[in-house]
């Protein structure tokens, strides 16, 4: 790779926006849901799908039901994304604060 590309596609990555915003994540069988918010919700599914499985996610309830319903029994949910504009030192606010709202109208569990 050249170094202009090289530094082109480093560039690229530096000001590429990660969505950030609330989901939840449904047990299909029983219809438990628990809510949660992340900064980056390309990222959040992948950890907590590979704490669950490991057996070492820090909800109890979730972890219980993964246990018993499996991998496939799951769905995972964006609810809302947080406008990629918001400056970094506000997104944590405006996540508590979008996180309780969902919590609230779903009547859901915090992960």
Request: glycine share 6%.
């Amino acid at each position: 790779m050249k170094t202009i590309d090289r530094k082109a596609a480093v560039a690229a990555y530096k000001e590429k926006k990660v969505p950030a915003g609330v989901f939840s994540f449904r047990d299909r069988r029983d219809g438990s849901l628990w809510v949660g918010s992340s900064p980056n919700l390309g990222q959040i599914e992948n950890r907590i799908r590979s704490e669950l499985k490991l057996g070492s996610h820090r909800n109890a309830a979730l972890q219980r039901a993964w246990d018993a319903h499996g991998a496939d029994a799951f769905a995972f949910e964006t609810r809302e994304v947080i406008d990629a504009e918001t400056e970094p030192y506000l997104l944590s606010a405006a996540l508590k604060d979008c996180l309780a709202r969902w919590q609230a109208e779903l009547g859901a569990q915090r992960i």
